[in-house]
């Protein structure tokens, strides 16, 4: 599975759009982008997943390049509840038991 | 639904002792995973079933030992702890569906294990 590079950490002011980049340079075709998030000394909570095209759900925002080389996670409005480890991960469509956590980013949503 | 729940949350062991932590799901998945994270570190997969009478080894699977004798139960085993087994213990489970259809884990509130 794809390898994936997140800067260690990032600020953000409660109210505006946290922006989570994500490289991701070496990722396969049949590879899915997926993030994950754990807030402090909880377990991983899914965020959400992409192949090719943009999706958005309740949480958050996903923009895939359309080379699928890079992405980015948005929390739009973002609140102190959203300070939390966040893991961007790829791997191949089933078999969670390739799923890879890496260090991941840890942002810090200031008031 | 309880969703997936772990059992017990937290637990201190002498050298040598053994346990098992349990984990239980309701919403009829297929898959079912152990994991360990250490401070300021990511998740390591120990190990993991993809059904019910399965398991197979993860990236971390030395000292530890796994059953899944019930399709909503995933057992974890420690025979002799080492405090190198010092960690916190996350469950996750997820479902399998037809190929192209990508899996989602969901995780248990984890089990803060200290070995002394």
């Known amino acids: 599975d794809a390898k994936t590079t997140q800067p260690p950490s990032m600020d953000c002011a409660e109210g505006r759009a946290a922006n989570l980049p994500c490289n991701h340079s070496?990722?396969?075709?049949?590879?899915?982008v997926y993030w994950y998030r754990q807030i402090h000394s909880q377990g991983p909570q899914y965020i959400i997943h992409?192949?090719?095209n943009n999706e958005t759900n309740e949480m958050a925002s996903l923009i895939i390049t359309e080379d699928r080389k890079s992405s980015t996670l948005i929390l739009p409005h973002a609140t102190l509840r959203d300070t939390a480890v966040y893991y961007c991960?790829?791997?191949?469509?089933?078999?969670?038991?390739?799923?890879?956590f890496g260090a991941g980013t840890r942002l810090f949503v200031k008031a | 639904n309880a969703g997936v729940t772990q059992t017990p949350k937290f637990r201190v062991l002498k050298t040598g002792q053994s346990m098992t932590l349990l984990c239980a799901q309701d919403?009829?998945?297929?898959?079912m995973y152990w994991y360990r994270q250490d401070p300021g570190m990511g998740l390591r997969l120990i190990h993991y079933?993809?059904?019910?009478?399965?398991?197979a080894k993860g990236e971390v699977p030395d000292g530890y030992n796994v059953s899944r004798l019930k399709k909503q139960n995933f057992l974890l085993g420690l025979e002799s702890a080492a405090p190198s087994q010092t960690s916190v213990y996350f469950c996750?489970?997820?479902?399998?569906?037809?190929?192209?259809?990508?899996?989602?884990?969901?995780f248990g509130p984890g089990t803060r294990l200290t070995v002394l």
């Open positions: 070496t990722i396969s075709g049949n590879e899915y």
């Open positions: 079933s993809v059904g019910e009478g399965t398991t």
């Open positions: 919403m009829n998945h297929e898959y």
């Open positions: 991960i790829v791997r191949v469509e089933t078999g969670g038991f390739k799923t890879i």
């Open positions: 996750a489970s997820s479902y399998s569906e037809p190929a192209g259809t990508p899996d989602t884990q969901y």
């Open positions: 992409g192949l090719k």
